[in-house]
């Protein structure tokens, strides 16, 4: 929950900007303050219900030139970061402060090391997790959403594939399936064997339990239904724009008939259609192109930059006005280096 602090005078902030802020907060129960409190903490002259009722014309006003009326849930998803080869975090500073959820819909991590490819980017599976774990963070920080969904993605697979090809049975039950469920759920020891010493990384989860925001990871899960729409990083893929995304369609049809709507990490496609009253889309990806060379000279579609900005009504349907597709271009992540 929130306390006293979290609605603090900002720096070069004027007290009305500052007033309308706290009354949002209450409004939108961002804040566990009562009306008391604020009206204290603000320093105003009136009662606590006659701020509380100019709260309500803040609120409409403010929803009013955001359009945000009728939005119950702001959802971010960003997928295929495939940390070493990331873009930078400021491509998403735009969205700060106006998510509710934010999806990691998987790739987050490319496990470089633990793939058949040439590893001519040689990077350890130590020190691609430290990045890995610091880009969720920074990407959270940037953000502050209230909670955080990461799903794991055919990278994340690549260690668990990795360990099963090296190790023995009665060693596997003991070692770790992803790198997610070491980064996120439980911290992981770093050692430097040259000079004796070891570094400790917290999980994601306790980092951020410590400032209100919920991160939920279970290893192996690679889909998640938010109100109507599931998010999802399977491991099939078509090489055909959307046909991955229709043949998951046709998979969850026959495990739920509740969606109406599926995102798709994965395929590094940006495109939407509707088919049979299903809204389908392909997020893209927000990993450098220029330097992954997993296709060469193999005439595979090129892959696209992007990420998807989702809004709900209070029944989980997809507000179409106010869902879009982000594409990414050079020059977008070039100027917010």
Same mark, same amino acid.
């Given at each position: 929950m929130n306390n006293i602090t979290d609605l603090h005078r900002l720096e070069n902030e004027d007290m009305m900007a500052w007033q309308i802020r706290c009354c949002l907060a209450k409004r939108r129960k961002e804040t566990d303050m009562d009306w008391i409190e604020i009206r204290n903490m603000l320093g105003l002259d009136i009662t606590p219900d006659q701020l509380r009722k100019q709260a309500v014309g803040y609120e409409e006003y403010d929803n009013y030139i955001h359009g945000y009326s009728g939005i119950t849930t702001k959802i971010l998803s960003i997928s295929d970061a495939h940390v070493p080869f990331n873009l930078p975090t400021s491509i998403f500073k735009e969205y700060k402060n106006n998510v509710d959820i934010l999806v990691f819909n998987g790739d987050i991590e490319d496990c470089w090391s633990c793939s058949s490819f040439p590893r001519r980017y040689r990077i350890g599976l130590d020190e691609? +997790? #430290?990045?890995?774990?610091?880009?969720? $963070?920074? #990407? $959270?920080? +940037? !953000?502050?959403?209230?909670? #955080? !969904? !990461?799903l794991m993605g055919n990278h994340e697979y690549r260690l668990g594939r990795h360990l099963t090809d090296k190790l023995n049975d009665d060693i596997l039950t003991i070692m770790p399936d992803t790198p997610l469920e070491l980064i996120v759920n439980r911290g992981f020891h770093v050692k430097d064997r040259r000079n004796k010493t070891e570094t400790w990384y917290s999980s994601i989860k306790e980092l951020f339990g410590e400032k209100n925001i919920t991160v939920n990871y279970t290893d192996g899960e690679w889909y998640k239904m938010i109100g109507k729409t599931i998010f999802a990083h399977p491991l099939s893929y078509s090489s055909g724009m959307l046909k991955t995304t229709e043949k998951a369609v046709n998979f969850f049809l026959r495990e739920n008939r509740e969606f109406n709507a599926l995102c798709l990490g994965h395929t590094h496609k940006l495109g939407s259609y509707i088919q049979g009253g299903i809204k389908m889309y392909e997020q893209g990806c927000t990993c450098d192109l220029s330097q992954l060379d997993y296709n060469n000279g193999k005439l595979i579609i090129p892959g696209q930059n992007g990420f998807i900005y989702i809004c709900h009504d209070p029944d989980g349907n997809i507000i179409d006005s106010k869902t879009r597709i982000i594409p990414i271009n050079n020059n977008t992540y070039t100027m917010h280096k």
């Amino acid at each position: 929950m929130n306390n006293i602090t979290d609605l603090h005078r900002l720096e070069n902030e004027d007290m009305m900007a500052w007033q309308i802020r706290c009354c949002l907060a209450k409004r939108r129960k961002e804040t566990d303050m009562d009306w008391i409190e604020i009206r204290n903490m603000l320093g105003l002259d009136i009662t606590p219900d006659q701020l509380r009722k100019q709260a309500v014309g803040y609120e409409e006003y403010d929803n009013y030139i955001h359009g945000y009326s009728g939005i119950t849930t702001k959802i971010l998803s960003i997928s295929d970061a495939h940390v070493p080869f990331n873009l930078p975090t400021s491509i998403f500073k735009e969205y700060k402060n106006n998510v509710d959820i934010l999806v990691f819909n998987g790739d987050i991590e490319d496990c470089w090391s633990c793939s058949s490819f040439p590893r001519r980017y040689r990077i350890g599976l130590d020190e691609e +997790m #430290v990045l890995t774990r610091q880009y969720i $963070i920074d #990407v $959270i920080n +940037m !953000i502050l959403p209230k909670q #955080v !969904i !990461i799903l794991m993605g055919n990278h994340e697979y690549r260690l668990g594939r990795h360990l099963t090809d090296k190790l023995n049975d009665d060693i596997l039950t003991i070692m770790p399936d992803t790198p997610l469920e070491l980064i996120v759920n439980r911290g992981f020891h770093v050692k430097d064997r040259r000079n004796k010493t070891e570094t400790w990384y917290s999980s994601i989860k306790e980092l951020f339990g410590e400032k209100n925001i919920t991160v939920n990871y279970t290893d192996g899960e690679w889909y998640k239904m938010i109100g109507k729409t599931i998010f999802a990083h399977p491991l099939s893929y078509s090489s055909g724009m959307l046909k991955t995304t229709e043949k998951a369609v046709n998979f969850f049809l026959r495990e739920n008939r509740e969606f109406n709507a599926l995102c798709l990490g994965h395929t590094h496609k940006l495109g939407s259609y509707i088919q049979g009253g299903i809204k389908m889309y392909e997020q893209g990806c927000t990993c450098d192109l220029s330097q992954l060379d997993y296709n060469n000279g193999k005439l595979i579609i090129p892959g696209q930059n992007g990420f998807i900005y989702i809004c709900h009504d209070p029944d989980g349907n997809i507000i179409d006005s106010k869902t879009r597709i982000i594409p990414i271009n050079n020059n977008t992540y070039t100027m917010h280096k």
